[in-house]
């Protein structure tokens, strides 16, 4: 048991398409789908590894589906800067070369989420500087 959590918590850190046994209650990536290589199929492995009725949680960083709706916000510079030169980069050095990056959208996540079988994909918040992205087993 990780310090301070309930007994019927725990936390574990591993690759995204191999971390196990489950089922979970709940799946959360925190600043990391849009730097896998392979969304699509960490979000498969999330789905599979989650019981019935279990929720997927993904917190990314705001972003909008269009460039320009984007315009005057203010971290609209520098993630794309960030995007450019980390994020996307990072995707492209790891097998499947998926290169979602930080400015991919909620529309793109929200579908992404939808094709692994997800069901009721929402944006759960939009805080300004993260969005927070929910789906159900």
């Known amino acids: 048991m990780d310090a301070g959590s309930p007994s019927n918590v725990s936390f574990r850190v591993a690759d995204a398409t191999s971390f196990g046994p489950g089922p979970y209650d709940v799946v959360v990536y925190f600043d990391a789908l ?10 498969r492995h999330a789905y599979a590894s989650l019981a ?3 929720i997927l949680v993904a917190v990314e960083p705001w972003s909008v589906d269009r460039l320009e709706d984007g315009i005057g916000h203010p971290s ?6 960030v995007s450019t030169s980390m994020c996307t ?4 050095a790891q097998p499947g070369g998926y290169a ?3 400015q991919g959208g909620p529309a793109k996540r929200l579908r992404l989420l939808e094709e692994a079988g997800f069901r009721d994909a929402v944006l759960a918040a939009d ?4 969005l927070v992205l929910t789906a159900r087993r």
């Open 89 to 92: 980069p990072c995707s492209l």
């Open 34 to 43: 849009h730097d896998l290589g392979d969304p699509p199929a960490a979000l």
């Open 76 to 81: 609209v510079r520098i993630n794309y800067a």
């Open 127 to 130: 805080t300004g500087f993260n």
């Open 100 to 102: 979602l990056g930080t």
């Open 52 to 54: 019935e009725g279990g």
